[in-house]
């Protein structure tokens, strides 16, 4: 249930609603919007019902929620974007983020010289696996708390945020130290526990999809991190199985589109992980890119035929200011990077 509060409701009429919902049982998740200010309520219907909110001052009106997922939904904004703000860079509405980096922290000369060369082309975050998902047991498994530590370093050096999957809630605190953004990868979108570590961690959330999870299935896995207040979530398309095997996943990019109308999150694209070779990136981005996306994640390696882990679909970190010079003008073209936008690509922003 949606409580629209009226344009001259005040922060005692607001607090006062939340404070009766709570104290009822359900819980209260107040929204500002630029104009209204609506509170969305989770908790059984007729409970709700029976606290007869729809007369207490400041309220507008109650409106149900149709979706299956509340606080996630496009309904809850009455349309409005959800911008993120991650140690002062915007993803979202129009904002477009670049968060690149190698698949996986392999040494500290491979991270900080990658760390480096995205910093200087003006990515907006670094991405780096301590702790990797990897289909064989027998395979790498990534560097752990030494690749956290390394992770740290590149923060410190660079100034970019640092986005890194955990894989186990037991490893949450370490991986908080480090995090600015948190990656839950495809495996784990739907490990319930972990999501709701997330949620009560705080942390902004990168959520991938599950490679064979509906869009429904995702933003209910989303509503797992937002229904503990943890309102930092992004969505994240890699790629999903279909019966089509001249690649290895099939990027849907309809997602993108789709999702701006069913929610109010920032929706990134991964075009590394769906193509599984460095040829389709390009293409994959500026398509991702020209459809809307917030944002991209995309892994790029100084030496990618040394990778220890994804080289054959890294981009060379040589190549990298380029790329990202034209997947930035895509972006412009979908109604990013204005120019009073602060992410705007170097050269943009020295044109501006
Ligand atoms: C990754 O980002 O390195 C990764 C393993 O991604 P996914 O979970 O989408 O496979
Ligand atoms: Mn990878």
Same mark, same amino acid.
């Given at each position: 249930?949606?409580?629209?509060? %009226?344009?001259?409701? =005040? ?5 006062? #609603? ?18 209204? +200010?609506?509170?969305? &309520? ?6 709700? *019902? ?54 996986? &922290? ?7 010289? =990658? ?39 590149? %923060? ?29 990868? *495809? ?18 959330? #990168?959520? %991938? ?36 095997? *001249?690649?290895?996943? +099939? ?8 999702? %701006?109308?069913? +929610? ?67 972006? *412009? ?6 120019? +009073? ?12």
């Amino acid at each position: 249930m949606m409580i629209v509060m %009226k344009p001259t409701a =005040t922060e005692q009429d607001v607090e006062a #609603l939340i404070e009766r919902v709570e104290s009822s049982g359900a819980h209260a998740h107040p929204i500002d919007g630029e104009e209204l +200010t609506v509170i969305g &309520v989770i908790g059984d219907r007729e409970h709700i *019902a029976r606290l007869e909110l729809e007369g207490a001052p400041g309220v507008d009106r109650m409106v149900p929620i149709m979706k299956p997922y509340k606080l996630s939904s496009a309904e809850i904004t009455h349309g409005a974007r959800t911008v993120l703000e991650i140690a002062g860079r915007k993803v979202g509405g129009e904002h477009f983020a670049m968060i690149a980096g190698p698949c996986t &922290v392999e040494s500290r000369e491979q991270t900080l010289a =990658t760390a480096r060369v995205v910093r200087d082309a003006g990515a907006t975050m670094f991405r780096g696996g301590a702790y990797k998902p990897r289909t064989s047991p027998y395979a790498f498994q990534g560097l752990g708390q030494e690749g956290l530590r390394l992770l740290l370093e590149a %923060k410190r050096e660079t100034g970019l945020p640092i986005v890194t999957e955990v894989m186990d809630a037991r490893d949450l605190d370490e991986v908080l130290e480090v995090a600015d953004v948190i990656q839950i990868g *495809a495996r784990n979108m739907q490990n319930y526990s972990l999501l709701t570590e997330i949620g009560r961690s705080g942390r902004p959330a #990168l959520l %991938k999809r599950g490679l064979s999870s509906t869009l429904e299935e995702l933003l209910m896995a989303a509503e797992y991190i937002l229904k503990e207040g943890n309102e930092a979530v992004m969505l994240c398309e890699r790629g999903i199985r279909t019966f089509e095997t *001249a690649y290895r996943f +099939t990027l849907d990019l309809m997602a993108v589109p789709v999702l %701006k109308e069913l +929610t109010h999150l920032p929706v990134i694209v991964d075009p590394s992980h769906a193509a599984g070779r460095r040829d389709l990136v390009l293409p994959l981005s500026l398509a991702a890119a020209a459809a809307g996306a917030d944002g991209i994640i995309v892994e790029v390696h100084p030496d990618p035929e040394q990778a220890i882990c994804d080289g054959p679909q890294a981009l060379p970190a040589d190549g990298f200011a380029e790329y990202l010079e034209r997947v930035w003008a895509a972006a *412009a073209v979908a109604g990013k990077a204005t120019a +009073t936008d602060d992410h705007l690509s170097p050269t943009a922003r020295a044109a501006a």
